[in-house]
């Protein structure tokens, strides 16, 4: 059986004889995969021409939405990946990472989209230049979705997530994905492929699937084209440097395997809980998906004279931990993706197996539970030890991808911070330690060759997520040998998919394109009082000039009695001596306090409550006898997703430009309100 590549929103089979696939426990065959006869071009025009335009028609809340829709589905559906998931060498807990946890990426970026980001089809970044003296023009940043098609190639070992994460971002950036997985495990990310068609959640061309060879796609890719590729650093290297990449300054984000390591503060001396925390979490990362993660710990840095200890209770840990069968009980660890990988990880081991002790497993000698381990694509886990890490380059160079870590002793901080940059670029690197002077020196130590650092003590032990475990709303990647690159980081990952263009242009030219008011923009009034208008009503740059109220001595006693501020500089002007105040100041709450009196119109209407405060500036002492007055200029409106039964509704920003008799601005806010849409 040929598995079928989902392309130009069809299933379309490759030609000819295609690459075997097999299960990684038994051995047997489950299909081919080929792309051969498959037209490139055409399904790089069609995720362009059609893909595309839906998704960057829709805004950064109608795309979040798609993705929780798209989640919710997956989520219904997920028995059907754990059971093909055994196929692929995975235990229960193995599946649960690749197919919740990557099902865990969607409701995030959902959640995220719609609470940090415009309900509009673009971004604007940063805040507003002003690059001229009278303020007639200004500058500004603006972020629009690239126009190209985002191309993931992937690698072997989340055949889920690995998916999940990348596209996640790309949709919410309003960017189509054309997904290769590696072929050896592409049948499982088929098949949560084929779930996602049927759902027809997706726009057409949204989403296209290759399980084969990605033939000659990247000849044809330009600059406005993504490509990111997860797996080995020699493969990545390869690809960055192709002719058409280089050619036309192609984005390529880049996440390879790396070395990370491991370290255990002098502090935790054995038996202490955060020894164990320790000695759990190696074995572990070890162990899940049999070690063939990109975040396992590969390096294990322990001071010298607790050495021998943690080789000995890591002997003990492992030897617990059954290999076998993933669907039998009892069973721990399952076998590697396939017979391929079983003989990588067998060479690397024997290159290490030079200037390293083998302290547990072999790999000549090993149980496997209810399985053949010959047929099988099964590894045993184990631990080597190099007694002279600072000269032994070899476990600072050479990554078995398996269940193998490196225990290297160090004597002093500065000796476990050079062990860490030994490793030449890590995804992730981790600390456990009861000294948070010993984390901080490590972290600021080796930050610089770290995409990632995980400091744990038992004060965040029921609650840590581990070091293995890269988090949507944080960055994934590393410098160096991890590749360079960055994936996820919550909403500076969609970035990656977007063209940040600078702006210039008079500050009203620039409010009509950003829907955002901008500094110096033209305002105007109506004889309606603002609050008086429902949501749809409201125009960016519309501004309400209040009439004007004198702060008086009692106004400031009065505050302070009231809010129990009785700060000097408000209630007693024999300190002022010295100071920044030439006499008794109005509190700066107050000031914003009298403001909202001013503007706030008391009868019923769209305004339904005060929503919060951003950006509070107080910029000059109000005085006693000072008249102060405000422009209230509508800002910016972020329409709502309504529930059912909720009055329809969206968020209203407002500029609250407080002036006093000299006309300077004494205080600046801007507040949001939630406001009522018209009914029907």
């Known amino acids: 059986m040929k ?15 295609g690459i075997p696939l097999f299960n990684a426990i038994t051995g047997e065959a489950i299909a081919e995969a080929t792309t051969t006869g498959i037209d490139f071009g055409a399904i790089l025009d069609y995720a362009r021409n059609t893909g595309g335009p839906a998704l960057r028609k829709m805004t950064f809340h109608e795309r979040a939405l798609m993705l929780k829709k798209l989640a919710l589905h997956l989520t219904s559906k997920k028995e059907l990946f754990y059971k093909l998931s ?4 995975a235990t229960k807990i193995d599946s649960w990472i690749d197919i919740e946890g990557g099902i865990g990426n969607l409701f995030v970026y959902a959640s995220k989209g719609r609470r940090d980001l415009p309900n509009e089809t673009f971004y604007v970044d940063g805040k507003p230049e002003v690059i001229s003296k009278k303020g007639t023009f200004l500058g500004h940043h603006i972020c629009v979705p690239l126009e190209g098609t985002a191309i993931h190639i992937n690698a072997f070992n989340f055949p889920c997530w690995g998916m999940l994460e990348k596209i996640a971002v790309n949709f919410l950036a309003g960017m189509p994905a054309i997904v290769k997985p590696a072929t050896v495990t592409s049948y499982l990310t088929q098949l949560m492929v084929k779930e996602i068609v049927a759902s027809h959640i997706l726009p057409n061309g949204a989403l ?3 399980c084969g060879s990605t033939g000659n796609l990247l000849d044809l890719v330009t600059g406005q084209d993504v490509i990111t590729f997860t797996g080995s650093a020699s493969t990545g290297r390869k690809l960055k440097s192709h002719p058409a990449i280089l050619e036309n300054s192609v984005r390529f984000n880049m996440e390879a395997d790396s070395l990370n390591c491991c370290i255990l503060g002098p502090d935790a001396v054995p038996g202490s809980e955060i020894f164990n925390l320790f000695i759990k979490e190696v074995a572990k990362e070890m162990t ?7 975040t396992a710990i590969r390096r294990t840095i322990v001071p010298d004279n607790l050495t021998e200890s943690a080789i000995g209770a890591l002997q003990k840990r492992l030897a617990t931990i059954a290999l076998g069968d993933p669907a039998l009980e009892g069973v721990r660890m399952g076998s590697l993706a396939g017979k391929d990988q079983v003989k990588e990880v067998k060479e690397k081991v024997m290159e290490l197996q030079k200037s390293c002790e083998t302290v547990f497993g072999n790999y000549d000698d090993f149980e496997v539970m209810a399985a053949d381990k010959n047929k099988g694509a099964f590894f045993p886990a184990m631990l080597l030890y190099s007694a002279n890490p600072l000269q032994n380059k070899a476990p600072h160079e050479i990554e078995a991808f398996g269940p193998v870590s490196t225990v290297m002793p160090y004597k ?13 670029g890590s995804l992730v690197g981790s600390v456990f330690t009861e000294d948070d002077s010993f984390a901080r020196e490590i972290v600021l130590g080796t930050a610089a060759y770290h995409g990632r650092m995980v400091i744990i003590n038992s004060r965040s032990a029921a609650e840590n997520t581990g070091h293995g475990s890269p988090l949507p709303h944080l960055v994934h990647g590393g410098p160096g040998r991890a590749g360079g690159g960055e994936e996820m980081g919550g909403i500076r990952g969609i970035f990656h998919y977007m063209q940040r263009t600078a702006i210039q242009g008079h500050p009203t030219t620039i409010m009509h394109i950003t829907d955002v008011y901008q500094p110096h923009a033209d305002q105007w009034e109506d004889v309606v009082h603002p609050f008086r208008k429902y949501f749809e009503e409201l125009k960016i740059g519309e501004t309400l000039v209040t009439h004007k109220r004198t702060v008086t001595e009692a106004d400031i006693v009065n505050f302070a009695n009231i809010s129990g501020d009785n700060f000097y500089a408000h209630m007693d002007v024999t300190s002022l001596e010295g100071t920044l105040f030439s006499s008794r100041v109005a509190h700066g709450y107050f000031v914003l306090s009298a403001a909202a009196g001013l503007f706030v119109d008391p009868k019923k209407g769209p305004v339904l409550a005060n929503y919060g405060l951003d950006e509070c500036r107080f ?9 102060i007055g405000v422009r209230l ?5 972020i329409a709502k997703e309504n529930k059912e039964g909720e009055i329809p509704q969206g968020i209203v920003k407002w500029q609250v430009d407080v002036y006093d008799e000299t006309g300077e601005t004494v205080a600046l806010a801007t507040i949001l309100t939630i406001v009522a849409k018209k009914k029907g």
Do not use: F, I
């Open 208 to 210: 296209q699937l290759l």
């Open 86 to 89: 055994y196929a692929t060498g």
């Open 288 to 294: 899940v998906k049999a070690g063939q993660k990109c």
């Open 633 to 637: 200029t509508v800002k910016e409106k």
């Open 3 to 17: 598995l079928a590549n989902y392309l130009e929103g069809k299933w379309v089979e490759g030609k000819g004889e």
């Open 412 to 424: 002093s901080v500065a000796d476990a911070a050079t062990l860490a940059r030994m490793g030449k």
């Open 619 to 627: 910029v000059k002492p109000v005085y006693v006898g000072a008249t």
